[in-house]
């Protein structure tokens, strides 16, 4: 089972922003969306490319590198139905992000 960790706090996270955080050598992307905090795998998996650096509309990041998109409320990715990246949990305490990192 997975536990909770702080990872940010509302106040780095804006609306419509993302951020890229590291918690225990894994990369996480949070993203805010109108107030939704998501968080998801921030490496995408075609070559590495920096998640968190991409754009985020609707919902769907783009991989800055190379294009590869993904929704980051359930993780599939759009431009291959057979990929999926890791979704996480998140929950806010007060003006803490907390994410089950796996």
């Known amino acids: 089972m997975s536990e909770f960790v702080?990872?940010?706090r509302l106040e780095d996270l804006p609306p419509g922003s993302s951020k890229?955080?590291?918690y225990e050598g894994r990369i996480v992307?949070?993203?805010n969306l109108d107030g939704e905090i998501v968080?998801?795998?921030g490496i995408?998996?075609?070559q590495g490319g920096p998640l968190a650096e991409g754009v985020c509309r609707g919902g769907v990041v783009t991989c800055p590198w190379h294009g590869w998109q993904f929704n980051v409320r359930d993780g599939q990715s759009t431009t291959f139905k057979s990929?999926?990246?890791e979704v996480f949990e998140v929950?806010?305490?007060g003006e803490?992000?907390?994410v089950a990192v796996t």
């Open 6 to 8: 702080t990872l940010a």
């Open 20 to 22: 890229e955080v590291e």
């Open 29 to 31: 992307a949070l993203f």
């Open 39 to 41: 968080a998801v795998d």
């Open 44 to 46: 995408c998996p075609h």
């Open 83 to 85: 990929i999926r990246i």
């Open 91 to 93: 929950r806010v305490e």
């Open 96 to 98: 803490a992000i907390q």
